[in-house]
């Protein structure tokens, strides 16, 4: 992580124009059989803290695209991917769009229950050559995913 880290006491912390490398995400990733390359870029992110869970957060993040390998039905798969901007907050939520797009590619929420849900949009199956059957629009959730983690 290279970054400008300002720690705020029991609320949060907030870091600016940071970067960090793919390898550090994927440590955390290789748990959901998912890796990407390449690096991310934070820009005026701000986490904040309520009872020691991430209550609300701001802020970019964005991800240069690149190769990307992940596990879906028990087959290991991989496609290319382009930039993406993912968008922090209101509250405990975060919206990938790909550079330049007004489309969502992933939503995800960290519940109240402590539970963090994530929902995949039909535009980011066609994305990866894996298009989801049906009539949906490409903005709408077609898989999604949750797992206790607090």
Avoid: C
């Amino acid at each position: 992580l290279t970054t400008s880290l300002q720690l705020l006491p029991d609320t949060g912390v907030q870091a600016t124009n940071g970067t960090v490398a793919a390898e550090a995400v994927n440590r955390w990733l290789a748990h959901y059989n998912i890796r990407l390359s390449g690096q991310f870029t934070l820009t005026d992110v701000a986490l904040q803290f309520k009872g020691g869970r991430p209550d609300s957060a701001g802020g970019d993040l964005h991800w240069e695209g690149g190769p990307v390998t992940y596990q879906l039905a028990g087959e290991i798969s991989s496609g290319i991917l382009p930039e993406m901007t993912a968008v922090l907050g209101p509250g405990a939520e975060a919206v990938v769009f790909a550079a330049g797009g007004q489309t969502p590619l992933l939503q995800a929420q960290l519940q109240d229950n402590g539970f963090a849900k994530v929902g995949v949009t039909k535009l980011l199956t066609k994305m990866l050559n894996r298009p989801w059957p049906g009539s949906d629009s490409d903005h709408e959730v077609v898989l999604e995913v949750e797992e206790h983690v607090f």
